[in-house]
């Protein structure tokens, strides 16, 4: 059995930042992730960042994920797990189940864990709902951006969010045609900048627009065409406000979900938050769960973007040091500041979803 | 398809290496996902479920769905999406749910 002082489990930005800031305390922290490479979701994010984080706006995802990384797999205090799955937390006895490369299952015995695994995608029911050529918005976005591999030549996405419109626009980068993004809301959701862009290029952005169903290509059994429907304003679909779109891929962009196993396994209180994405762990101002040392962080403590992950990772941390000892003199003021910080993020009316998520949770 | 010139991103890719789909002969990079080597073979129906035998293809390319499940060196459901392609890999298209041999 291995041992450690803190497991930080997922290395997105949430994670990045919260071995970081439990190191600079002086823990030592073990960080776990399943990929082969540290960063997350940043690393597929092409476009300058909306984070309104005065040191990381305007660059893009993908160089904030490359410096972070850097940083931990420079310290000294970090032990880097890659190519790692966290599958199985036991709590009668406090220890996470490994498997290292799906050959080793290694069993570490940590004193506090962070959980920072992030979101999965959301689906959306419609018939033939299943076909292949139907992807989640981030698929499209790491086979295109990390893979290089471009997922077909027509595209309809669905969900004018900043997601969909901030994939439409890296398809085009990729030289893919999208032909329509639709929502079934009546305004887009997304950012006005993220919007302009992809209306300069000519795509039609169509509000209270849904799929209807999907065909498949008889030979090859893979989607072929979509069929798309008006909604009126309690979300019914009109009958005779068929339209049919000649695409090979729609990406499905309707939100994310957290990926709590772990949370549940660990016993945390849940709750289901529609505005924070789903079920989510209680917890109280120091990210800390009903379950005493286990800490939550970014999206798996409530669906928002990069820069609120960063800043609750580094919250997370900085306490689950505190709480064994560390502080190298300047915790209260490091507290004081990540706290400021999320308050002014979520201050005003884009944050306003999330406030009414978060007041639904604090233990 | 690959793309070869991208406005912002360059692709650090692996060797060249050889596989077989179902006993067809496909080109693809080592250490991608098999699921990516694949696509651009133009291989996108990976699987046919249990019950309806419907076509799957991949659908969260991160590991998260089980939807990309393939039979690769005749070992069942492994996830394509994350699996590394290597040289000389048997992967076939999986119905229903596989036996463990
Ligand atoms: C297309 C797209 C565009 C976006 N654009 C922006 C933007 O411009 N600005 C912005 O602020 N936000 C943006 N976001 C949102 C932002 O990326 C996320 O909010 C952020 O990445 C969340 O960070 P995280 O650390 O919580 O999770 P993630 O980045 O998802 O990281 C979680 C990590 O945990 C690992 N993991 C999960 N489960 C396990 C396990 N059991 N064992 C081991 N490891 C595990 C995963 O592999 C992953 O590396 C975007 C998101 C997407 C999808
Ligand atoms: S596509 Fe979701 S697990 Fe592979």
Sequence with gaps: MKKTEIAVIGGGPAGLMASLAAAEMGARVTLIDRNSRLGGQLVKQTHMFFGSEKEYASIRGIDIGKILSAEVLKNPRIETMLDSTVIGYYPDDGVLGVEVEEKTFVKIKPEKVIVATGASEKFLPFENNDLPGIYGAGAVQTLMNEHGVIPGDNVLMVGAGNIGLIVSYQLMQAGVNVKAIIDAAPNIGGYWVHASKVARLGVPIMTSYTVKAAYANELTGALERAVIWQVDNKWQPIPGTEKVLKVDVICISVGLSPLAEILWQAGCKMKYVPQLGGHVALRNENMETTVPGVYVAGDVAGVEEASSAMIEGRLAGLNAAKSLGYDNGTFNEKRREALEQLESLRSGPVGEKIRQGLAQLVS | ?101
């Design chain 2, 1 to 101: 398809m690959r793309i070869v010139k991208h406005p912002i991103l360059s692709f650090e890719r692996g060797r060249e290496v050889e596989f077989t789909f179902d006993g067809r002969k496909m080109k693809g990079y080592e250490g991608e996902p098999i699921a990516a080597a694949l696509h651009d073979n133009g291989v996108r129906v990976l699987s046919y479920s249990k019950h309806l035998h419907r076509a799957r293809g991949f659908y969260c390319a991160i590991g998260n769905c089980s939807s990309c499940l393939m039979t690769v060196n005749g070992e069942p459901n492994v996830r394509v999406c994350t699996e590394k392609l290597r040289e000389g890999m048997v992967v076939e298209t999986q119905k229903g749910r596989g036996d463990i041999k």
